[in-house]
């Protein structure tokens, strides 16, 4: 199994900045994309941004030119630096990965942590 342990979350005024972190760790064989996902009360779970293992990203719109993800391989880390930030930033952020684990290699399977919150009010 993996598990995932976020941290960074808070609160923060409109236009101040966070950085998120998340650490995978357990029977870890390989890990292929890591990434974050938001959900606001009311709303549906929903992509923020997304990096594959040699490094290419992937970007909600709402977020581009704002937030950064980023990853060290080496640590099985993936951070999300979040500037300019927004009152309908405003949600639990989770972080997802999908690895392969000892046990089952070949076979790639999804991973959550448990979520931190981001609160973007004045």
């Known amino acids: 199994q993996v598990q995932l342990v976020e941290s960074g979350g808070g609160l923060v005024q409109p236009g101040g900045s966070l950085r998120l972190s998340c650490a995978a760790s357990g029977s870890i064989f390989s890990i292929a994309a890591m990434g974050w996902y938001r959900q606001a009360p009311g709303k549906q779970r929903e992509l923020v941004a997304t990096?594959?293992?040699?490094?290419?990203?992937k970007y909600a719109d709402s977020v581009k030119g704002r937030f950064t993800i980023s990853r060290r391989n080496a640590k099985n880390t993936v951070y999300l630096q979040m500037n300019s930030l927004k009152p309908e930033d405003t949600a639990v952020y989770y972080c997802?990965?999908?690895?392969?684990?000892?046990?089952?290699?070949?076979?790639?399977?999804?991973?959550w942590g448990q979520g931190t919150q981001v609160t973007v009010s004045s």
């Open positions: 997802n990965c999908n690895a392969e684990i000892y046990g089952r290699v070949g076979f790639l399977d999804d991973y």
């Open positions: 990096i594959s293992s040699s490094g290419r990203t």
